[in-house]
């Protein structure tokens, strides 16, 4: 009996504490922001809805759609596998931004009640570790 108990307890801890390791993008807000002197995107998803915003100046109300069940299904996929705490430390692996060779970006989220920033890395070159994310985010601007 003692022997059943124990094992029960290490697989249902065991579960738990795997569950609690995953980002929960239910309750995140993403935002992806592109920029240069001529270009502005703003791309904020939330609860399954997606909107662009092309004005930097905040004019244009963007419409927010819903996305798909399918395309939210594999950014959460993607969100889970992702560590917050290592946004400020990610290093982009291009420097094309610096001599306006490609728009500056961040991917901003909050989540918990914290905010976690990148830092600025060239648009369409993303650093490895949050890659799918931004490239799943971006397929849903290049829909409209």
């Known amino acids: 009996m003692k022997l059943f108990t124990m094992i029960f307890l290490s697989i249902f801890l065991g579960k738990s504490c795997e569950s609690q390791n995953k980002n929960d993008l239910k309750t995140a807000v993403l935002e992806y922001t592109a920029n240069t002197r001529g270009f502005y995107q703003k791309i904020t998803i939330q609860d399954q809805m997606v909107s662009i915003s092309k004005d930097r100046n905040g004019n244009d109300k963007p419409v927010a759609t819903k996305i798909s069940e399918k395309d939210w ?5 993607h969100f889970e596998t992702i560590n917050l705490e290592s946004f400020p430390t990610l290093k982009a692996p291009t420097e094309k931004r610096f001599h306006d060779g490609a728009a500056i970006a961040d991917l901003k989220v909050t989540y918990k009640d914290k905010t976690y920033q990148t830092a ?13 994310v931004v490239t799943k985010i971006n397929s849903f601007a290049k829909k409209e």
């Not at 600025?120 to 799918?132: M, N, R, T, W």
């Open 73 to 77: 299904k594999e950014l959460v996929a």
């Open 120 to 132: 600025s890395f060239d648009h369409g070159y993303p650093p490895e570790a949050i890659k799918k």
